[in-house]
C-alpha cells in the first residue's frame, strides 16, 4: 500500500509546497538516494564505525551495498513501499543499515526507543498494522525475542521479525540480505520516510510523519548552522532512533555531508571519552543531564578530549549555570538546541557571543520557519512576552498520522503546530524557553505523557485515583511523582508496591514514577478538575 501524506496525514497546502520548493528547500532529494550519491562521490570514506565490542566500519560504498542487499531481501520476504516496520535497535551499525534499506523500497521505520517495553510497542506495532519488527537478541539484560514472539501472537499482519544476533525462533537478520534483481522502486521525495514518536501528553504516543524533502531540508540547515563538512566526526551518544542524535545535525545529517557517525553504545563518560579520544571526535549532542555528567568528569579525565569542537545541548532545558562551564571543562564550543520530533528546531549560532550561548535556546534554522508566541485566546503577545509557541513551515508537520481528533487540537486552522512551549522571543529573535503548558514530564529529555502512567496505575486494584505530575530535580531537572489516593476497603501499599506494579506492566523504565506519595484527595481547580499546577506547586522543595 503506498502512503502520501496526504492520505495518512495532513499535509502541506500546494501553495506551501511550490513555495518550499521555489525558495530551494525541497530539493527533490531521497534517503534512498542521497546514500547512493555519497557512495559515488567518495566510496572509501568511512561513513560508520561501531566501535564495540570489536570496532567493525563501514565505508560508503559498503554502507550503500550492504543497504542495497538488505532492501533487496527485505522485499523477497514481502515488505513493500509504504508497508511499516517497527526498528527497535540500540546504537549499533544495523540500525543504520536497517533505516537504509527501508528508506530504499520506501518502507517506513517506526523509531521505537530500546527502552521501550510491551506497552509501547504493542501501541506502535497495532496502531500502524507493522509488518515487521527489527530487534536486537538482547540489550540491557532484556530479551526482545521473548516481547517479539508475544507481538506475533497478538498482532496478525506482523509477519516477520529480524533479530540482530542470536535470533531464537525468528530471523536473523544477517540472513535476510540478497542480490537486487534490479533497481528499487523507490519512494517519491514527497512522501514519507519514516514514523517518528511524539514525546505525547494523552496517552499513548502520537505518531510523526516526515517526508525526504522536509527532513533533508532540515538536515542541510542543521549542517549549515553547525559547521558539519566532509571532516565531521560526530559521536552518536543518546539512542540514535531520537529525533535529536538524528538530525539535529546527527548521524543523517553527517551522513548528508560526507563525514563520519561513530556510534557509543553507552553515554557515560567511562565508555565514551575513551571513544573521543580513539575516533578524533569533533562533534557530539547532549541533554542536559549527560552534559552535567560529561562536564563534571572532563577537568579529571586522562582522556584527550581536544578533538572535540562542538557539543550541541538540548531535549530539555539546560540551566545557565550549567551552560556558563560547558565550553571551560570541555574545551569546546556549545551550541544550546531546543528541537521537537514535529518539527521546529532553534539553534544558538557559532558566531553568538557566550551571553546568548548560555542564556538562550536559539533561534529557527529557516527563514520560513514561522513563529507565534499567544496567549490563551491565541492572540499575538507584545513582543518580548512570553507566550505559547506556536509554529509552521517548511519542515514542521501539518498533523500527527492517523490522528485527525488529536489533529484539530494540536495544530491552528491554519496549520500552526500548538508546541505547549511557552516561550519568549529576544529582539535578535533568540528564543527563551519559559515552561511548558502541556500535560508532559521532561525527565532529563525523555518525555512521559503523564496521562499513560495514570492508567497504568488505576489498574491496581487498590487505587482509586491518582494524579503524576512533574517535580523539580537538580540533576534531571524533573522527575515523576505520582499521588496516589487508595480505595477506602484497601490493605495499606507501598510506594515501592506501586513502582513495582507500573514496571511489571511492561512499560519503558524511565516512565516508572521516581516517587510516590498516597493522599486523601488532590487539590482541585475551580471547575472541579485536579490542578496540576497546585500539586506540582505542593511538591515544590520549601
Ligand atoms: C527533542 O524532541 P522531542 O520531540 O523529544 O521533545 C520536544 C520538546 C519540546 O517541545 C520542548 O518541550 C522540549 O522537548 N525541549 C526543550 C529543549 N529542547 C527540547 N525544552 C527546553 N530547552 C530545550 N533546549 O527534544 C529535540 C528534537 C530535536 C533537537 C533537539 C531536541
Redesign the pocket.
Known amino acids: 500500500m503506498t502512503l502520501t501524506p496526504g492520505v495518512d496525514a495532513p499535509t502541506w497546502p500546494a501553495e506551501f509546497a511550490e513555495r518550499y520548493r521555489a525558495a530551494g528547500y525541497w530539493r527533490g532529494e531521497t534517503f534512498g538516494g542521497m546514500l547512493r550519491e555519497r557512495a559515488a562521490a567518495h566510496p572509501d570514506r568511512t561513513a560508520l564505525v561501531d566501535p564495540a565490542p570489536e570496532r567493525r566500519t563501514w565505508t560508503y560504498r559498503e554502507l550503500d551495498e550492504r543497504a542495497d542487499r538488505l532492501a533487496a531481501g527485505f522485499l523477497a520476504r514481502g515488505i513493500r513501499k509504504g508497508d511499516r516496520v517497527v526498528v527497535q535497535l540500540p546504537n549499533v551499525g544495523e540500525f543504520v543499515e536497517v533505516v537504509f534499506a527501508l528508506f530504499r523500497i520506501g518502507a517506513l521505520p517506526v523509531y521505537a526507543l530500546p527502552a521501550h517495553r510491551e506497552t509501547e510497542i504493542a501501541h506502535f506495532c497495532s496502531f500502524t498494522e507493522a509488518v515487521a519488527y527489527v530487534v536486537p537478541d538482547a540489550h540491557d539484560g532484556f530479551d526482545h525475542r521473548a516481547l517479539a514472539s508475544l507481538m506475533r501472537e497478538r498482532n496478525p499482519a506482523l509477519q516477520h521479525v529480524f533479530v540482530v544476533g542470536d535470533p531464537g525462533e525468528h530471523t536473523a537478520l544477517s540472513e535476510v540480505p540478497c542480490e537486487p534483481a534490479g533497481p528499487f522502486d523507490g519512494p517519491a521525495p514527497h512522501e514519507l520516510a519514516f514514523l517518528q514518536l ?2 505525547g501528553t494523552t496517552g499513548l504516543n502520537k505518531l510523526i510523519p516526515r517526508t525526504h524533502d522536509d527532513y533533508m531540508y532540515s538536515l542541510r540547515g542543521s549542517n549549515e548552522i553547525c559547521g558539519v563538512d566532509a571532516g565531521t566526526r560526530f559521536l552518536v551518544v543518546l539512542p540514535a532512533a ?3 542524535p538524528m ?2 545535525p546527527g548521524w543523517l545529517g553527517v551522513l548528508y555531508a560526507g563525514g563520519t557517525v561513530v556510534l557509543a553504545p553507552r553515554p557515560d563518560p567511562a565508555t565514551a571519552f575513551p571513544l573521543v579520544e580513539r575516533e578524533r571526535i569533533t562533534m557530539t549532542g547532549l541533554v542536559p543531564p549527560l552534559a552535567l555528567v560529561w562536564t563534571d568528569a572532563a577537568p579529571a579525565t586522562a582522556h584527550d578530549l581536544s578533538s572535540l569542537e562542538l557539543v550541541l ?6 540551566s545557565e549555570s550549567a551552560a556558563r562551564r560547558l565550553e571551560p571543562a570541555l574545551g569546546c564550543r556549545l551550541m ?7 518539527g521546529l ?1 532553534n539553534y544558538t549560532r557559532l558566531d553568538d557571543d557566550t551571553e546568548t550561548v548560555v542564556t538562550t ?1 536559539g533561534r529557527p534554522i529557516s527563514p520560513d520557519d514561522e513563529i507565534r508566541i499567544v496567549d490563551d485566546e491565541d492572540d499575538d503577545v507584545p513582543e518580548g512576552e512570553f507566550g505559547h509557541l506556536l509554529t509552521r513551515g517548511p519542515y514542521t508537520i501539518r498533523g500527527y498520522w492517523r490522528a485527525p481528533e488529536h489533529n484539530a487540537r494540536s495544530f491552528t486552522g491554519d496549520g500552526f503546530y500548538r ?3 511557552i516561550v519568549r522571543r529576544l529582539p535578535g529573535g533568540h528564543l527563551v ?1 519559559e515552561g ?1 503548558a ?1 500535560d ?1 514530564i ?1 525527565r532529563g ?1 525523555e ?1 512521559i505523557a503523564p496521562e499513560e502512567v495514570e492508567n497504568i496505575i488505576l489498574a491496581h486494584p487498590a487505587v482509586h485515583d491518582v494524579s503524576v505530575v512533574a517535580v523539580p530535580d537538580a540533576y534531571l531537572g524533573e522527575r515523576s511523582l505520582a499521588y496516589v489516593i487508595l480505595r477506602k476497603d484497601a490493605e495499606p501499599l507501598k510506594p515501592v508496591a506501586v513502582k513495582r506494579f507500573v514496571r511489571e506492566r511492561g512499560i519503558a523504565a524511565y516512565k516508572v514514577p521516581d516517587l510516590v506519595e498516597f493522599v486523601d484527595a488532590f487539590p482541585q481547580t475551580g471547575v472541579g478538575k485536579i490542578s496540576k499546577k497546585h500539586l506540582r506547586s505542593a511538591a515544590e522543595p520549601s
Open positions: 511524539s514525546g531520537h529525533n535529536f538530525s539535529s545541548v538540548g531535549g530539555a532545558k539546560y544550546q538546541v531546543f528541537g521537537m520530533a514535529e528546531v535556546q508546541t505547549g512551549d524557553v511548558r502541556k508532559q521532561n529529555g518525555k
